[in-house]
């Protein structure tokens, strides 16, 4: 059974590591438990296991096969020791994914990239995955010409202190008070906010060229033609996004919904005759990507519009990455 590492396991993610490990009955021999020094001594019962949290250092991955990052600064500076040290790395943050040297892997769309890793495979951004979960089934049946993706994205998104901060802001407004942001650039609560991570090229926020550049990536099409717009929403949990897809051929919106159906890790949830489409209410603390809403673009020749929604803390990052070390067994 391979020695598992989670770096950043007290965090929200590395959290959701340890569920998502029991869930998918995935074999541990030794789970070392790794965060910053502040989380060092902790301990946490797994599995009838108790585990005491170890302060990351370059000597913690003596004797792991796989360590999985849960994100951040930590992964630019442990994962070459895990490497080095025999480790397969499965890193959540931003820092490898663009780099050709490095799968960045969705097991729905692209599994076959895990066998050229070289030490470290991507987990894609978030909203990235939901998307890309939803686009691999129209890619394969009608060929992709154009995307244009809007986002509703969940406040934790930003981690636990998004989530505070909208829970702070409604309790704040309910009493009365007056409504402060720390996380987030202006008030979330009963607001949006259309900026997500910083402004870079052409306008676009680095949100936004995420999910470009690393969709582009995932599928092996440089020059696939995707346009984001990526909002914040007062919501808590599972990100929202809006996608319209023009196909390179004609395709029956029938064949469209049976594709989606026969899909791996896709639910739809598509009957407008019983007000029935997916919400983010609905879809946190699961593993699927939810289709709704599908329906023809009368304005273009080939086109779809579908609502598509997805737990991102789940699929959009702990989940996906077990599956990936489930790709490496
Ligand atoms: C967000 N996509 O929702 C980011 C998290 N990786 O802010």
């Given at each position: 059974m391979p020695n598992v590492a989670i770096v950043g396991a007290t965090g929200a993610v590395g959290q959701e590591f340890l569920k998502i490990l029991v869930e998918r009955n995935f074999p541990v021999g030794e789970l070392r438990l790794l965060a910053t020094k502040r989380s060092a001594g902790k301990k946490i019962l797994w599995q009838g296991r108790e585990i005491e949290v170890q302060e990351t250092t370059?000597?913690?991955?003596?004797?792991?096969?796989i360590a999985l990052f849960a994100g951040g600064s930590s992964s630019t500076e442990y994962a070459p020791s895990a490497v080095k040290s025999g480790a397969v790395v499965i890193d959540n943050?931003?820092?490898?994914?663009?780099?050709?040297?490095v799968p960045l892997v969705v097991p729905e769309v692209n599994?076959?990239?895990?066998?050229?890793?070289?030490g470290i495979i991507a987990n894609p951004n978030c909203s990235t995955i939901i998307m890309a979960v939803a686009l691999k089934p129209v890619f394969d049946l009608a060929g992709i010409k154009r995307v244009v993706v809007s986002t509703y994205q969940a406040v934790s998104g930003a981690g636990r202190e998004g989530i505070e901060e909208l829970e702070g802001q409604v309790r704040d407004w309910v009493q009365g008070k007056e409504l402060k942001n720390q996380?987030?650039?202006?008030?979330?609560a009963f607001n949006l906010i259309p900026r997500i991570d910083v402004f870079q090229e052409g306008d676009y926020t680095k949100e936004e060229w995420k999910m470009v550049k690393e969709t582009q990536k995932i599928f092996h099409v440089d020059n696939m033609p995707i346009t984001a717009t990526t909002v914040r929403v007062p919501v808590l949990r599972s990100h929202s996004e809006s996608i319209n897809i023009e196909t390179e051929r004609s395709v029956d919106l029938e064949e469209v919904k049976a594709a989606f159906r026969k899909a791996p890790g896709i639910i739809v949830e598509d009957n407008p005759a019983e007000d029935r489409y997916p919400m983010p209410w609905f879809t946190s603390d699961t593993d699927e990507v939810y289709i709704g809403?599908?329906?023809?673009?009368?304005?273009?020749e080939n086109g779809i519009n579908l609502w598509v929604v997805g737990d991102q803390i789940r699929k959009g990052a702990a989940t996906n990455t077990i599956q990936i070390a489930e790709l490496l067994l």
């Open positions: 370059h000597d913690s991955f003596k004797g792991i096969d943050s931003s820092a490898y994914r663009l780099d050709p040297e599994p076959e990239d895990v066998k050229w890793h070289k996380t987030f650039p202006y008030q979330i809403r599908i329906r023809k673009d009368f304005s273009i």
